[in-house]
Every structure is written in structure tokens, then in C-alpha cells.
T-cell receptor, first 114, second 116 residues
Framework: DTGVSQNPRHKITKRGQNVTFRCDPI?????LYWYRQTLGQGPEFLTY????????KSRLLSDRFSAERPKGSFSTLEIQRTEQGDSAMYLC????????????FGQGTRLTVV | DQQVKQNSPSLSVQEGRISILNCDYT??????FLWYKKYPAEGPTFLIS?????DKNEDGRFTVFLNKSAKHLSLHIVPSQPGDSAVYFC???????????????FGQGTILTVHP
């Protein structure tokens, strides 16, 4: 199964530490998205890549957050100086380019900041 | 500013009966709507979608209805099965400036429980 893969699945970190998550999209998908989901809420859009270009960033993505997709394949999401409010499920999704195409999600990375 | 709303946090249905999950939206620019299903500790799984040029789309036991004038869509599951028990999310995307990035705006989700 060559679905969207996210690593790690779980991450516990101390407040103030930096963390980095990785997403490997479906190989032929040139669009990649990061979302964040907190308890009782739906996923919220964070950022979007088309190939290696980061084309949109949500205002939710503070300057402590940075995302990259250096070769248009895998992507990383880094959170610097983590805060307890960063605790959430971080979801990556990918899709093919085009109008009205569905996004396929990975299993997510559960971040807990203690 | 909740542009996509699922006003029922939970729904309980007997096996074999119909499950109807509802979703309302406020942004008239939304033109593509999707339903995702999510099990605990997993990412959302795509279920079914509908374009704004249609008012109904069917896939097996799942049917999505879109009422553009009311800005309302619903997902019907017939017959419901215990394995359908999960959280269901409604999502929408918009074409902006002639380009669709596919960015999704999600509702809060509805927990469906199907009892045997």
C-alpha cells in the first residue's frame, strides 16, 4: 500500500523543545497539505505545497512553524520552541493536481507537549 | 468563523436503518464537497464527494445530497452497519481566481454509532 505515510506516529516533547515531523505523499501526487486537528474539532488547514513551492500558509502557522518540501516529494513540518497549545494531531494529505480532486490523508502524528 | 458546520455532535442508529448526517456551509464560493470518515488514531478516509453542478451522488450504500440554495448537504448511509461507526467530517473547497488548490475547510464532525 503506497498511501500517505507520516512519521513519527506519536511524539511527546517538553515545552520549549523543537520537533520535526515527516510526510511522504502518494508518489504521483504533486499537491501536499498539512492540517492540524484538536480534540472535538475538524482538521484545520495549515499550509499547502504544489511540487516544492509553498503556495499558501494559514494565519494559524505562527513564525514558530515552518514547512518544507525541498524536492517536491516528502515534506517536513518543524515546530520550534513548542508550547502546550501545540498539542494536537498533525495530518498530512496529498492529491493530484486538478479541479475537484480528493485529498488522501496519512495516519497523522500525535504531538503531546508536556 | 465556522464556514462549515455540523450541528449534530453525535448520531445513534440501529443496524439496517438509514443514517443521515447533515452539514451546512456559509461560503457561497464553495463548489466541491466531500465526506470523510475517521476512526480513532487514524487519519480521515475519503468517502464520497459532490460537485456543485450536481445535487446527488451515489456510491453503493452512500449517497450525498446537495441543496445549494439552502447551503446544505447531507450524507445518507443505507443500510447502516456497525462497521460504519466512526466520526464523519464534511469538508468543502473553493475555486479562487480560477484556480483550485484543493484546500479543505472541515466541519466539527459527527460521531455515528450504529448499534447491532
Amino acid at each position: 500500500d503506497t498511501g500517505v505515510s507520516q512519521n513519527p506516529r506519536h511524539k511527546i516533547t517538553k515545552r520549549g523543545q523543537n520537533v520535526t515531523f515527516r510526510c511522504d505523499p502518494i508518489s504521483e501526487h504533486n499537491r501536499l497539505y498539512w492540517y492540524r486537528q484538536t480534540l472535538g474539532q475538524g482538521p484545520e488547514f495549515l499550509t499547502y505545497f504544489q511540487n516544492e513551492a509553498q503556495l499558501e500558509k494559514s494565519r494559524l502557522l505562527s513564525d514558530r512553524f515552518s514547512a518544507e518540501r525541498p524536492k517536491g516529494s516528502f515534506s517536513t513540518l518543524e515546530i520550534q520552541r513548542t508550547e502546550q497549545g501545540d498539542s494536537a494531531m498533525y495530518l498530512c494529505a496529498s492529491s493530484v493536481q486538478g479541479v475537484n480532486t480528493e485529498a488522501f490523508f496519512g495516519q497523522g502524528t500525535r504531538l503531546t507537549v508536556v | 468563523d465556522q464556514q462549515v458546520k455540523q450541528n449534530s455532535p453525535s448520531l445513534s442508529v440501529q443496524e439496517g436503518r438509514i443514517s443521515i448526517l447533515n452539514c451546512d456551509y456559509t461560503n457561497s464560493m464553495f463548489d466541491y464537497f466531500l465526506w470523510y470518515k475517521k476512526y480513532p488514531a487514524e487519519g480521515p478516509t475519503f468517502l464520497i464527494s459532490i460537485s456543485s453542478i450536481k445535487d446527488k451522488n451515489e456510491d453503493g450504500r452512500f449517497t450525498v445530497f446537495l441543496n445549494k440554495s439552502a447551503k446544505h448537504l447531507s450524507l445518507h448511509i443505507v443500510p447502516s452497519q456497525p462497521g460504519d461507526s466512526a466520526v464523519y467530517f464534511c469538508a468543502a473547497s473553493a475555486v479562487a481566481g480560477g484556480t483550485s488548490y484543493g484546500k479543505l475547510t472541515f466541519g466539527q464532525g459527527t460521531i455515528l454509532t450504529v448499534h447491532p
